[in-house]
Structures are given as structure tokens and as C-alpha cells.
């Protein structure tokens, strides 16, 4: 089979990049990353502009952007062991697409916050197709290849972090929200047309294969899974913790810019700049650090040195030093990334990684939608300083939850190499 065949020359030099899947998947994450930071860069702008800064109707766009992450992660992994993954992700993209022209529609008629729905709708059509995209990479990338395929996507990332903003800024400033949505819906477009290279989807090896149980059975089993587990079970309580920080600085960013650095908001772009640089460092870096640490007491040292940047945003109001700690916290998320990937493939058997997946992921997202719920109103009533410090306390605690865990050892038989993605 065509998936079989890609996977033979797995140990040859750039074997990888001349998979026929791999370079599809490439492809049609470039098209949707640009049109993602075109997207959600001109909505961010074009918000400010409506409501003159209001923080609440800021937040809202992070809310509309990460609920559907908390409610639909767990269901959309469930189904992407039952759906066929190529097509799941092709009617995605072409769904995505429809909802944009909805959208345009909507702004025609001069109902900015249409632009909420965009974001919002989006957002639940990937939480169906990143899991598919997932098991395809399982069927079609040989297991020895996975890591280097899920660095390239770190560094895809990075690189995106870094021109994303930019690019977002300059189509929305040039041609204004109308093109900037336009765009999101033709990247969809064109990522769907490009999918269609994958090779076909597997069949089941029987009719009744995946109804021998129930989703709601499944995903009641993939619960208790985690909640026997102590190290999963604990890694709720971090991920929640860690989740409620971060929905504090995914918000609170552009009030940095403003009011401590006396910038315009378009200076956020460069903020975010320094993230992604600091991200591609950072990616480089820890393949040496994981060889040498423990993916728990990484995660720790992560968590703590993100405590201590968050802390310092919240307070500087010299624009070098704020950026220097831009850049360094963007250098820890490839070691937070890398150590929580470990941690699931370690202590998961691999039947319920993709359950523990989707639980572990929306306890981070879900308390980060609830925060930056609720960030919005206390920016009116509290100062910025006070809210970063908020958020590095929560980052400490999380921090402080793993240090039972220091002297856990992974059981042998929860570690399937190559199963992290």
C-alpha cells in the first residue's frame, strides 16, 4: 500500500521530506497558517478599532477562538478513530470556507461582530481535523520519523510566529477586513484541494470494527483512564493551573503594549515576533536539554522560568526588557511542548492516547477560556500589574503541583516510541 511504501526508506537522509504525505501536510499547513494570522490578526485590529479598545470585547476574541477547544477537543478525538481522516479533513477545510463567506456577508451588511463567528467556527472544525491529521501521520510516517516530522512543525510554527503578525497588520492596513477574512476562506480552500493528494483512506478490516462500543462508552473509559493514573491525574491539576495563567497573558498582551510600554497596538506584532524567534531557538536547544532532564522536572523548570517572565511583562514598562522576556518565554514553549508530549506517551498505554490527549488538552484550554472570560472585566477594575501577578502565581502553583511526581518512574509497558504525535 501507498502509505506502506512511503514508510520503507525511513532511515535514508531526507526521506521524510520526499513523502508524498508529509509534503501534502506541509503544504496545507502553510496555506492555513497564513491564512489563520491574516484571520486573527486583522479581527484583532479591526475590534480595537470598533470598540476603542474595549477590553471585554478583546477577551471575547480569545473566548471565541479557544472555547471550542475545551468543548469539542475529547469529542473530535473520539471521532477521528471512527471517521475516515482524509475526508474529515477535506469537508473541515471546505466548511471552513463556507463560514467565511457567511461571514462577509454578515460585514456587507455592516454586523461587525460576525467577525467573532469566524474565529469561533474555525475553531471547531479543526478540533475534528487535527486528530485526523494525527492518524494519518501514524499510517503514513514510519514511527522512527515522527519526532523529526513534529519538529518541522514546531519550526513551521516558529516561523509563522515570527511573519504572522507582520503579514496580518500589512493586509489588514492595506486592504482592510473584508480581503483579510476573504483570505482565511481561500487558504481553506486551497488547503482543501491540496489534500486531496493524500493517498485514500484505510478501510476497516469489518463493518462492525468501530461499532463494538458506544463514544459516549469510549470516552467515559478514556476518563477513567486518566483518573487512575496519578501522574495523569495530577497533570489535570498543572495543565488547569498553567491554563488559567495563560488565559491572562493570551488577553491581556495588547494592554501591555499600550498602557506599560505607551505603544500603538500595532507594536503587538513585533512582541509576538520575538516569541517566535525565541521559539526557533528554543527548538534547537532543547533536544539537548531532553537528553539530560526528566520530562517532568522539565516541564517544572518551564513552567517556572514562564512565572518569572509573565511577572516581568506585567511590570516593565522598558520596551528592550520586555521584549528580551518575549523572547525568552518563547524559547521555554518548545520545552513545555516536548516535556507534556513525553509525559502522555510514557504514561499512556496506546489505546488511550488520543483520549488522554483529549482530556488532558481541555483541561489547559478550558480553564484558559474561563480566565480570559473573566480577564476582560478585571482589567476594569484592577490594575495591569495586579493581573500579571495573578497569572505568575498560578504559573508557580502549577509549577509546584509536579514536585510530587519528581521521583515517579514511567512504566515500561506505557511507552510505545513514536506514538507521541
Known sequence: MTSNQAAVPGNKPGSLLRNRFFQTIVMSN????IGIWVRNFAILLYVTEQTNNDPIAVSLISVAEFSPIFLFAFIGGTFADRWKPKRTMIWCDLLSAASVAVVLAALVYESWAAVYFATFISAILSQFSAPSSMKLFKQHVPQEQLQGAMGIFQTLMALF???GP????IVYQNFGIHVSIAIMGVASLLSALIL?????DEEAASPDETKQT??????VEGLRYVWRSRVLRTMCITFALAGLSGGI????GLFVVTERLGKPKEFLQFMLMMSGFGMLVGGAAVAVIAKKMAPVKMLALALAVCAVGTLGVGYSTNVPFTLALQFMMGMIFPMIHISINTIMLKWSDAAFIGRVSGTLGPMYMGAMVVMMAITGPLKTV???TVIYTISAILMVAGTLSLVPLFKQQAPEKAEPAGLSA
Open 30 to 33: 502553510i496555506f492555513l497558517q
Open 249 to 252: 497573558a493570551h488577553v491581556m
Open 214 to 219: 458506544t463514544v459516549m462508552t469510549e470516552m
Open 166 to 169: 507582520s503579514l496580518g497588520t
Open 161 to 163: 510566529m515570527v511573519a
Open 382 to 384: 484592577l490594575p495591569l
Open 196 to 200: 486531496f493528494r493524500i493517498p485514500q
